[in-house]
T-cell receptor, first 112, second 117 residues
């Protein structure tokens, strides 16, 4: 059974204080690892897909990295508008091609 | 530029009542999904439709039925609502992304908040 564990559950940062969110996963074969952002009262919004260990992707102040067991979402010099819940999900390469397993998310709060 | 549209946004039901959540996408995606999101539980897949004419159970299908009406529309029905079905429901869709090796990038709707008393 695929599993995704995100840590910490909640993270509070000061504006400009860089940090990282962790996503540990267990999957028999990885088709893709996904990061989403979710604002209160809204649906998740796609950020990145990572396919293989060693891959990195960047978008503005966010950088996602992937190893064989975990992914990190690095936030550099965050701003208050980066406050949101960040979700990690994995898609198995076998069985159903459509099922994503989500973690419970990390609630990030960036104070001005 | 609507993406995925869900209705209603809010609904309150009494135990035993029935209702249907509607979902439509305008991105010409083949696959559509229904998830529920509960505090401390994360997003869990209820049902999905890989393509028009097919539906399959996800992790938590009990108490729900779905209909893939056409390529655009995928509805979720609660035949006899129970308090355990109080949740936020998200519809999503996905299409093939070139070079993605079949990885499914989901586009989500804004959610439907359902309360069952």
């Amino acid at each position: 059974e695929d599993q995704v564990t995100q840590s910490p559950e909640a993270l509070r940062l000061q504006e400009g204080e860089s940090s990282s969110l962790n996503c540990s996963y267990t999957v028999s074969g990885l088709r893709g690892l996904f990061w989403y952002r979710q604002d209160p009262g809204k649906g998740p919004e796609f950020l990145f897909t990572l396919y293989s260990a060693g891959e990195e992707k960047e978008k503005e102040r966010l950088k996602a990295t992937l190893t064989k067991k975990e992914s990190f979402l690095h936030i550099t010099a965050p701003k208050p508008e980066d406050s949101a819940t960040y979700l990690c999900a994995v898609q198995n390469s076998g069985g159903s091609n459509y099922k994503l397993t989500f973690g419970k998310g990390t609630l990030l709060t960036v104070n001005p | 530029n609507a993406g995925v549209t869900q209705t209603p946004k809010f609904q309150v039901l009494k135990t035993g009542q029935s209702m249907t959540l509607q979902c439509a996408q305008d991105m010409n995606h083949n696959s559509m999904y229904w998830y529920r999101q509960d505090p401390g539980m994360g997003l869990r897949l209820i049902y999905y439709s890989a393509s028009e004419g097919t539906t399959d159970k996800g992790e938590v299908p009990n108490g729900y039925n779905v209909s893939r009406l056409n390529k655009r529309e995928f509805s979720l029905r609660l035949e006899s609502a129970a308090p355990s079905q109080t949740s936020v429901y998200f519809c999503a869709s996905s299409g093939q992304v070139p070079g993605s090796s079949g990885a499914n990038v989901l586009t989500f709707g804004a959610g439907s908040r359902l309360t069952v008393l």
